[in-house]
């Protein structure tokens, strides 16, 4: 069955950066989009990035370029979100999740389980 | 950057009723929109797809429906399960812009 499971929860300094996982199982990880959304405590869902693990091509939120890196590991199928130069504000929740359709854009279907990011001094 | 808007932020409901979240996008996105359910403490759940298709398992009391830039979720007879928050999503182009959420409560 499908399953996204994620790394544990982190805790950094501000300026570090932090790497999170999202390991995929259940199906073929090359014809599925994976995307990234976050949520900060209190507040609503942001979207942050996509990746076509069969390509590698990618696109990510504006308010986030330069610092979001997203990348797939075929042979783990697995994607990586790694966010730079952090502040307090992205302490929250990463999720990842599947895109319901195959090889196109779509809706999430199935979500990690979350994994709290937490920036303090 | 297309942007959705739902309303309202918040709302109270009694068991048996029937409650209608709204999504407006700034500008007109076809069919490509979701629905999610968020409980505390849990990753999203897909509700509705393609802005009318009921995802698997979902009860038959949500229903989504809408096109363009105007969108509806219904909940048909609440459940008091039903007490969440609600987020609709497009997926048009980038970015797939969230809805800034509903959150229900039961009374």
């Known amino acids: 069955q499908v399953q996204l499971v994620q790394s544990g929860a982190e805790v950094k300094k501000p300026g570090a950066s932090v790497k999170v996982s999202c390991k995929t199982y259940?199906?073929?990880?090359?014809?599925?989009?994976i995307q990234w959304v976050r949520q900060a405590p209190g507040q609503g869902l942001e979207w942050m990035g996509i990746?076509?693990?069969?390509?590698?091509?990618?696109s990510y939120a504006q308010q986030l370029q330069g610092r979001i890196i997203i990348t797939g590991d075929k042979s783990t199928s697995t994607v990586y979100m790694e966010l730079s130069s952090l502040r307090s504000e992205d302490t929250a929740v990463y999720y990842c999740?599947?895109?319901?359709?195959?090889?196109?854009?779509?809706?999430?279907?199935?979500w990690g389980q979350g994994t709290l990011v937490t920036v303090s001094s | 950057a297309i942007q959705l808007t739902q309303s309202p932020s918040s709302l109270s409901a009694s068991v048996g009723d029937r409650v209608t979240i709204t999504c407006r996008a700034s500008q007109g996105i076809s069919t490509a929109l979701a629905w999610y359910q968020q409980k505390p403490g849990k990753a999203p759940k897909l509700l509705i797809y393609?802005?009318?298709s009921l995802e698997s398992g979902v009860p038959s009391r949500f229903s989504g429906s809408g096109s363009g830039t105007d969108f509806t979720l219904t909940i048909s007879g609440l459940q008091t399960e039903d007490s969440a928050s609600y987020y609709c999503?497009?997926?048009?182009?980038?970015?797939?812009?969230f809805g800034q959420g509903t959150r229900l409560e039961i009374k």
């Open positions: 999740a599947r895109d319901g359709a195959v090889l196109r854009e779509s809706y999430c279907d199935y």
């Open positions: 393609d802005a009318s």
């Open positions: 259940g199906y073929t990880f090359t014809t599925h989009y």
């Open positions: 999503q497009h997926f048009k182009n980038y970015p797939h812009a």
């Open positions: 990746i076509n693990p069969n390509d590698g091509t990618k």
